[in-house]
């Protein structure tokens, strides 16, 4: 039985179509990834498959239960992680987690238990009987995943999980992650980070606005774009551009400015074309920090698929709206 299967799912805001007939096949266990920009339609998906939103055309099952004509079934075995964190600021971390888990029915002894055990394992038991309106963002991400399990659910959605997170506390979700899918639990996750899909998914669908571009595994979706991929760094960011032009000429080939100023990336149909742009960059006198040959990134295959990057795309705006408000 397949965790979740959609066929054709729209969902539409007035004259804007949000979800513009979506195919999706997640097997049980493990991490499925929806990977997209900002309002490419990834909450008004998850949102969709959760019950919280009507699905205007299409179908859609979740552990086999039909969303439309079973949505009380399908809320019993599913939970979501939105992008904001659903906890009462007034009271404890510990306080939140007794009055969840007195909502799904435990009683007092229990819950109390049920909560310092959580707390626990989400190495929030120090912070528990603080205020949450005194954690940091990390830690009331944390208590929102470990509030999502009070009950452990056989599928739960991850709505970009580490929006605004600093590197220590992504890392802390990401093996909050992976530790839920070693208990068995499925997880669907949306995400807008190219290094979050690259760390976690085990199958990824590529979503642009509306519609499913690719999927397959990263390794699949990397050589979908080329054989490889030559990643190169000067030593003096000035000398960038000029060093995007030799390599063009040489390789014949698009060359990629990535984030970093002092970075560039270019795609090789043929690997041993690599060995002709050392040779041409020392000749053109740019010295080189890095010089490595490797596959293409995921940031890479989402330009090569919709000729823009996936964390940047000022037409999604109008979209994004849509999706915020659904929220």
Do not use: C
Not at 119 to 132: K, N
Not at 284 to 305: K, Y
Request: hydrophobic residues 45%.
């Amino acid at each position: 039985m397949l965790a979740i299967e959609t066929r054709g799912l729209v969902k539409r805001f007035g004259q804007t179509t949000a979800v513009d007939g979506i195919d999706l096949a997640v097997e049980t266990g493990g991490v499925f990834g929806v990977l997209g920009p900002n309002g490419a339609g990834k909450t008004t998906t998850i949102r969709m498959l959760a019950t919280l939103l009507r699905i205007d055309d299409g179908s859609a099952t979740v552990l086999g239960h039909d969303v439309t004509r079973e949505p009380g079934t399908v809320r019993s075995k599913v939970a979501l992680t939105g992008q904001f964190a659903a906890l009462d600021e007034d009271l404890t971390g510990h306080e939140n987690m007794v009055l969840l888990a007195r909502l799904y029915g435990f009683s007092w002894s229990a819950a109390r238990k049920r909560a310092t055990k959580l707390l626990e394992a989400f190495e929030l038991d120090e912070a528990g009987q603080r205020s949450v309106k005194t954690y940091s963002g990390g830690m009331r991400r944390r208590l929102d995943i470990a509030a999502s399990i009070v009950v452990t659910p056989e599928l739960i959605f991850l709505d970009e999980p580490t929006t605004g997170l600093d590197p220590r506390s992504r890392n802390q979700v990401w093996e909050i992650v992976r530790s839920l899918v070693a208990g068995g639990t499925t997880v669907l996750l949306t995400t807008q980070y190219l290094d979050e899909a690259d760390q976690l998914a085990d199958r990824l669908a590529v979503i642009d606005r509306g519609k499913v571009i690719a999927e397959g595994t990263t390794g699949e979706l990397k050589a979908s774009v080329g054989a490889g991929a030559l990643h190169v760094r000067v030593i003096d960011a000035a000398q960038r551009a000029e060093a995007a032009a030799v390599l063009g000429r040489v390789l014949a080939t698009d060359v990629v400015l990535e984030s970093d100023p002092a970075s560039l990336t270019a795609r090789l149909p043929d690997p041993d074309l690599a060995a002709a742009a050392l040779p041409a960059l020392q000749q053109a006198r740019i010295p080189i920090a890095t010089f490595a040959l490797g596959q293409p990134s995921l940031d890479e295959v989402f330009l090569a698929l919709t000729g823009h990057h996936a964390e940047s795309d000022s037409d999604s705006d109008q979209s994004d709206a849509y999706e915020r408000s659904a929220s």
